[in-house]
């Protein structure tokens, strides 16, 4: 077990190099760094995205789950040629966020040789929201894992980030075989809120995600996110959620969005931290607070949950070759907030665990 705690001068003063919403992360690793374009409709996006254009080419992985015609949109990105390693990164997003959000990300792992790929699960960003669905971790686990068999790959560097944290870790334990590393960004799901947290049933979280507006998701973003403090920056971030809100096909979202949170409430994968078999890192902003029905609970029991220093430490001690990098006064995306530290963290962790053979 190893555990780093980094100073956030570094990173604070990386991110006063952002200089606006079209950059999505201004860094040493900048240069020629995609973003996210959008071409903005007045009654805003549709369930698919269709006016959404992705940092890189997106392709369409069509499968048949639970009596439903499936399509998984995702971006393959080969590396530049002549930095072929052979070694490939699987990216996998939050719950509020698309494959989309992993382009400051992506761009330096092409530099370094890296293959990447990136799905909007099943659910999520382009791809396919079916409305009488049974989600499960397991699922879209299964999913992911039979598109990168169609691909032909074999092995793969797994890295999650909030939801796609317990969505990597599930993973990591069902095919071990096939995954070279896990890193878990800021992942929810370090404990089991429903110890404490009453529970709701879908209908619930559809009447909570209904009345939800462009307001209030900039207030939650930045209130649970970024500590009070909103940037140019972060926009793209916001976007996604605001366009659907305003779109035409709002309550298909806000009933896929109701059952994905019924899967992260109701499928904790905190107990099986000791049965992780692959290297993990941690990269944890410390600030963050983020805690699945904080609201419904007591000023009291709140301030117990979410205490992401602590949980981290607790995951760091449970998962067996765990190494536990956290990030003093970085909230709930460091790839935002803390790029270069981020960058260099999980950089250097992936040249140091080769695939096994």
């Known amino acids: 077990m190893k555990v780093t705690k980094l100073s956030t ?8 190099l952002f200089l606006g919403a079209s950059a999505i992360a201004q860094t040493v690793e900048k240069s ?6 959008k071409k903005q409709i007045s009654n805003g996006y549709d369930a698919r995205l269709s006016h959404v ?21 995702y971006m393959d990105v080969q590396p530049e040629v002549g930095l072929t390693k052979g070694e490939a990164v699987l990216l996998l997003h939050g719950k509020n966020f698309s494959g989309a959000y992993w382009a400051n990300t992506i761009a330096p792992l092409l530099r370094r040789g890296y293959r990447v790929v990136v799905p909007d ?20 686990a299964t999913y992911t894992f039979n598109l990168l068999n169609s691909l032909g790959i074999e092995r793969i560097h797994v890295i999650g980030h909030s939801m796609g944290g317990m969505l990597a870790t599930r993973f990591a334990l069902m095919f071990p075989g096939h995954a070279s590393s896990l890193t878990l960004v800021n992942p929810i799901g370090l404990e089991d809120w429903k ?4 529970y709701r049933p879908v209908e619930w979280w559809f009447e909570q995600e209904l009345a939800k507006t ?3 998701v900039r207030t939650y973003m930045t209130a649970s996110y970024f500590d009070g403090v909103w940037k140019p920056q972060y926009e793209p971030l916001v976007d996604l959620q605001v366009g659907w809100i305003k779109g035409p096909d709002y309550r298909q ?19 099986e931290f000791g049965l992780v078999k692959v290297p993990t890192l941690l990269i944890i902003g ?18 117990t949950l979410g205490i992401y220093d602590q949980i981290a430490l607790n995951a760091n001690k449970a998962i067996p070759n765990s190494q536990l990098e956290l990030l003093d006064g970085i909230g709930h995306i460091p790839q935002y907030e803390a790029f270069d530290k981020y960058m260099a963290l999980l950089t250097a962790f992936l040249a140091d665990t080769k695939p096994a053979h």
Not at 54 to 66: L, M
Not at 129 to 138: D, S
Not at 286 to 303: C, F, I, M, N, Q
């Open 195 to 198: 110890l404490k947290v009453p």
């Open 9 to 16: 001068t570094f990173a604070l003063f990386a991110a006063m």
């Open 53 to 73: 254009d992705y940092p890189y080419e997106t392709k369409t992985f069509t499968f048949e789950a639970q009596g439903h015609q499936l399509e998984m949109v």
């Open 214 to 216: 462009p307001e209030k």
């Open 286 to 303: 410390t600030r963050d607070r983020t805690a699945l029905g904080k609201g419904l609970v007591s000023d009291e029991v709140r301030k």
């Open 121 to 140: 699960q099943i659910g999520f960003g382009k791809s396919s929201k079916p409305e009488c669905f049974q989600y499960t971790f397991h699922g879209l």
């Open 32 to 37: 020629n760094q995609p973003v996210i374009e």
């Open 253 to 271: 979202i806000a009933k896929s969005s109701a059952l994905t949170y019924d899967m992260i409430f109701t499928q904790p994968v905190v107990y």
